[in-house]
């Protein structure tokens, strides 16, 4: 007997057993639940509305990148004889893209054979908006499912200041796919809810391009993700907000512990002295 029907005979509701053992099952190493409710965010209920109006709740998975890999990315101006970022970093997603769907595709597949429709968006197939003056600006096309937010409600972590999800499991180091399902799942509580952002603001100093800046006072992030987007283009991806913030908040294997392996990491390559203008590359 499979887990929705052992929960439905039990009399179950999908509770976090039934997701503990769901995500053993298909596959990826986190998932998280948020129901639909009158009280959700507008912009959850929006997403909702627009994708599959009869869903009751969404479902977001993840699968950990590898530490190993992300230790080794560089900055630009310290690839000679080294291995530049995009060398190890692509292919690695490459592979946890087909990871992640594949656990996607295995928990839509169990959804629907019990009659629930489910509306998966992989990891790399997130929907985007494409705002009016598009072609002007390409790059500004927004997510109506923010997955990170979604993640955030169904307490599987917290947005940090480089607006990616920080995880207590993996930090920063979380790829993220997710699932509007008409099955009425609970909402994944957590039991620790602290702030995972240490605000120590590395992130900032890291990037190359300036492209993740300070806050201001009433927002929690202000990232330029076009600045980003091409900047990664024109070098082949980079990663570095995401090993920075693993080593600011104690995610990385190798210094286990929030120490910095390398005492220069920061002071060489992250103060603003040396942003590289996207131009220029
Ligand atoms: S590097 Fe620091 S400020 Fe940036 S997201 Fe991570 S913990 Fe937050
Ligand atoms: S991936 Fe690189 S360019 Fe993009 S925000 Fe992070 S540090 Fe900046």
Redesign the pocket.
């Known amino acids: 007997m499979n887990l929705i029907n052992m929960a439905k005979s039990q009399g179950k509701e999908f509770d976090q057993a039934w997701v503990d053992q769901t995500k053993e099952e298909i596959g990826a190493d986190l998932m998280g639940v948020l129901a639909v409710t009158e009280d959700s965010h507008p912009d959850f209920l929006t997403g909702v509305k627009t994708y599959l109006p009869s869903a009751k709740a969404a479902v977001v998975l993840a699968v950990e990148y590898s530490s190993e890999t992300m230790n080794l990315l560089q900055l630009p101006k310290k690839f000679e004889g080294k291995v530049p970022a995009g060398a190890l970093l692509t292919p690695h997603v490459n592979q946890l893209v087909i990871e992640l769907n594949t656990a996607l595709g295995n928990l839509t597949h169990l959804l629907k054979k019990q009659g629930y429709r489910s509306l998966p968006f992989p990891s790399r197939g997130q929907p985007l908006l494409r705002p009016a003056d598009f072609k002007k600006a390409p790059n500004y096309a927004k997510a109506l499912v923010s997955y990170a937010h979604i993640a955030e409600a169904a307490g599987m972590g917290t947005v940090g200041t480089?607006s990616l999800l920080i995880t207590p499991e993996f930090g920063t180091r979380a790829r993220l796919a997710a699932l509007l399902t008409e099955a009425p799942l609970q909402t994944t509580k957590r039991i620790d809810p602290i702030d995972d952002c240490t605000h120590c603001l590395d992130c900032v100093s890291?990037?190359?391009?300036g492209?993740?800046s300070m806050p201001a006072a009433n927002r929690r992030y202000q990232?330029a993700a076009d600045k980003?987007k091409f900047?990664?283009e024109r070098i082949d991806n980079?990663?570095?907000?995401q090993k920075a913030c693993s080593y600011a908040t104690g995610h990385s294997e190798a210094t286990g512990g929030p120490l910095i392996a390398d005492p220069n990491f920061l002071r060489q390559t992250g103060n603003r002295s040396t942003i590289v203008d996207p131009e220029e590359l």
């Not at 890291?206 to 391009?209: A, L, R, S, Y």
């Not at 980079?238 to 907000?241: D, E, I, L």
């Open positions: 480089h890291i990037c190359p391009v492209a993740i990232v980003c900047y990664r980079c990663g570095m907000c």
